[in-house]
């Protein structure tokens, strides 16, 4: 199966970054994996490449209009049996594409799109209108796959997707890549941050965006630092819309926070770390989620539909769940993890045991081969 995977950029984010995971198993099982980025950030084109996939040069910048004549100049080219897209400019321009050459196309949900939080950080009128073009190129899609049942219920019923068109698989990771607590690790990572052994260290991981949370986590720490004066929190990733805010509120509130930027080295943080704090307002998924089960790092996390849904549910959860935006909850929660007051090593077992079951790499990878296959045969509208 020869396979054309359009995504916006190969910028470090977590749906590429996915797509750098899954890359060798598809080839594995047979797939011929071509890539093609319709941005100009290639940060993640050398792992693509060494994990075999065919990874193409991205189109001048041009519109929706000249992304979709490239797509179509490498489709004829390739003569894809499918083309999938993922992020929302490769969506709109794949679907087109696809429509016009009689490919059959297919889209990863990866986010939480077009809800109540997504409208709360948007244009209302912009948003309605991007709202409105994936709708409407949606319908040219045979299959959608959603990382979880929570977005293929949500997203589709606001796009008007046939709910029996989407397929839920969940992201992986390789155990290899993140040991469960390691000792050194941990030791390593720290003295390289400068972090004594005995320094309470709170982690969050995510672009610096409104729906990632992490306004909610620093009006949470000063009431954490109380308990843990020498309370040190680390946030990694990319620079985003509340960046600049984010680090004036910090610094309003004169606290220990360290903005990392992107990294590279999340299994080393996740060592580092005491806790993981994941306040997020909307997810698709949650991958770092599933790295922090996997390593071994406790969790605190909002109770959104998805986070419920990857750490096992409200009651038997791996992580401790607050409500969205409650910080007084969160500054419990955190302190509580800290002073190993709450069922950490029980959590964390059963974290690393959930993943091992349901997101390992290969607990993944067939399921996307099967999902591509019905996807690309001519009766993969019409059937599960």
């Known amino acids: 199966m020869r396979l054309l995977y359009v995504i916006d950029s190969l910028a470090p984010g977590g749906a590429e970054t996915s797509l750098v995971h899954l890359t060798p198993g ?116 045979s299959r959608f796959h959603a990382l979880s049942t929570s977005i293929a219920d949500a997203v589709s019923a606001r796009l008007r997707l046939p709910r029996d068109h989407v397929d839920v698989v969940p992201r992986g990771r390789r155990p290899e890549d993140f040991p469960f607590r390691p000792n050194a690790l941990r030791s390593a990572t720290r003295r390289e941050l400068d972090l004594d052994a005995d320094v309470p260290v709170i982690l969050g991981i995510g672009r610096l965006e ?53 990294r590279s080295d999340v299994a080393a943080l996740l060592a580092a770390a005491d806790v993981f704090c994941f306040p997020s307002e909307r997810e698709g998924f949650g991958g770092v989620l599933i790295e922090a089960m996997a390593a071994g790092c406790p969790i605190v996390a909002t109770a959104i539909p998805t986070t419920i849904e990857v750490t096992g549910g409200c009651k038997h959860s791996v992580a401790e769940l607050v409500s969205t935006g409650d910080r007084s909850a969160l500054a419990d929660s955190l302190t509580r993890t800290l002073s190993r007051d709450s069922p950490t090593a029980t959590r964390v077992r059963s974290g690393r045991a959930r993943f091992e079951r349901k997101y390992t790499i290969d607990a993944i990878t067939d399921p996307m081969v099967q999902f591509f296959e019905r996807a690309a045969s001519p009766m993969g509208s019409r059937r599960k």
Not at 97 to 126: C, F, M, Q
């Open 26 to 141: 598809l080839i594995t099982r047979g797939i011929e994996v071509h890539v093609l980025p319709l941005g100009a950030r290639l940060d993640l084109r050398s792992p693509l490449l060494e994990a075999g996939a065919i990874v193409h040069t991205p189109p001048p910048p041009g519109g929706r209009a000249a992304n979709v004549r490239a797509i179509m100049e490498e489709a004829r080219a390739l003569r894809p049996h499918l083309i999938h897209t993922t992020l929302f400019e490769a969506d709109i321009a794949g679907r087109a594409a696809g429509r016009l050459l009689h490919i059959p196309s297919s889209t990863s949900l990866v986010n939480d799109s077009y809800g109540p939080s997504h409208y709360s950080e948007s244009k209302w009128i912009k948003l309605t209108a991007a709202r409105a073009l994936d709708a409407s190129t949606g319908r040219f899609a």
């Open 210 to 262: 409104p729906q990632k949370g992490f306004q909610h986590l620093l009006a949470a720490l000063p009431a954490v630092q109380r308990e843990h004066p020498k309370l040190v929190t680390l946030i990694a990733g990319k620079e985003g819309r509340s960046g600049e805010s984010l680090r004036g509120q910090a610094g309003r509130l004169g606290i220990d926070v360290r903005f990392m930027g992107h």
